[in-house]
Structure formats: C-alpha cells, structure tokens
C-alpha cells in the first residue's frame, strides 16, 4: 500500500487506516468518517470546508463510509478535479459499484482482496416500463430496510449510467430523501415506488 490519492475499496477500513497512519512522515491526516449512513452531501460540504484550510505540509483528506451517495459524490467531483495546494484525497468505501463513473475517472481505484464482490441489480432500468415497475416493487416487498436502502442506491446508479433518463440535481435529492425515509421506517413498497415511478417520469422519450 502507499500514500496516494486514490480511492480504496475494503471490507476492514479500519485496518486500512492503519496501514496508512504508519506511512505518514510529515504528511497530515484529516478523516471524515460515518458509520451506520451513507458519506450524504453534509459530509461533502465539510470535506469542501476543511479542504480549504491551509496548510504548510501535505494534507491527506480521508473520507471513510460504507457507500457514497450520488449526490454528495457529484458535489466532490469539482474539488478532487482542482485540490487546493497541499490537498490529497483518498476515499475509503465498501462499495465499489456505488461509485460514480466520473468520480472513478477522477481518482485510481484499489480493490483489495477483502472486498467483496457486489450483487447486480435484477431490473432492467434501460427497457423500464408500469409493468415492470409493480412486478418489481411485489417481488422486494419484504426486504429489509437496510437491503432497500442499497437497492434504492442501485437504481439510481443504474439510472445514471444507463443514460437513459433526464436526471438534475433536484431528481437525485428526491432519490436521496428516499433513503432518508427508509430509515425512519417509511414502508419499503411505497418507496420503490416513489422512486420508480418518479425516474420513469424522467425516462427520456
């Protein structure tokens, strides 16, 4: 492992960290870390904030969580483009397939063994029709909060790079509200469905 900008993607961050803190000579850590929630756009928007304080040795910014929502990721793309002086990044995630074409482009990608390989999505998002819509929202019914989360997720990754569908900023917030409703116990049927039905909307013609 070495001390570069780059993004990471393991299943034991910790001891990812760790490896990292024993390369250190005098470059200076700055972590951003979540636990339970996805890295949301609050977590981008101090990332931005600390990223401008100046320093006189190199800076790494480590940003720690499971996943990375779309829209905090759209918001980092801009700074990891142009970091400011003595400004590195690496992210430290869990889910390779929640990263954004874009932000990949941006940073080199690191997959360690550990990492586990992630389930694709049974929808197809480039042919979505009503139909296909209900049958899908009947069939995840009863999944748990935490699998609809991620699944949710995937839909809107799926979405973007299928480029199939008309999505502002303003779209990805709904999405990303959707999230935030599944986890205070918002039935998992009525958000597929909100989510479903609203990127059908922006499906483009």
Request: proline share 3%; glycine share 0%.
């Amino acid at each position: 492992m070495r001390l570069i900008s780059g993004i990471i993607v393991t299943e034991n961050p910790k001891e990812v960290l760790e490896q990292l803190e024993q390369l250190k000579t005098t470059e200076l850590f700055t972590v951003i870390e979540t636990q339970e929630k996805d890295f949301l756009v609050e977590h981008a928007n101090e990332t931005i904030a600390k990223a401008y304080i100046a320093t006189e040795f190199t800076n790494y910014i480590i940003l720690m969580a499971p996943r990375f929502s779309v829209i905090a990721q759209n918001r980092l793309l801009k700074i990891l483009e142009e970091p400011p002086r003595n400004k590195e990044f690496i992210l430290i995630t869990q889910s390779k397939s929640s990263l954004l074409d874009t932000l990949k482009s941006r940073l080199p990608v690191t997959l360690l063994h550990d990492a586990k390989e992630e389930e694709t999505l049974d929808l197809d998002i480039i042919n979505l029709n009503l139909a296909k819509v209900y049958e899908f929202v009947q069939a995840k019914s009863r999944i748990s909060t935490s699998e609809a989360k991620k699944m949710v997720e995937q839909i809107i990754l799926s979405a973007i790079k299928s480029k199939k569908y008309h999505l502002d900023e303003a779209t990805l917030k709904i999405f990303t509200d959707s999230i935030k409703a599944l986890e205070v116990g918002s039935p998992t049927p009525f958000i597929l469905n909100v989510v479903l039905l609203k990127l059908l909307a922006k499906k483009k013609r």
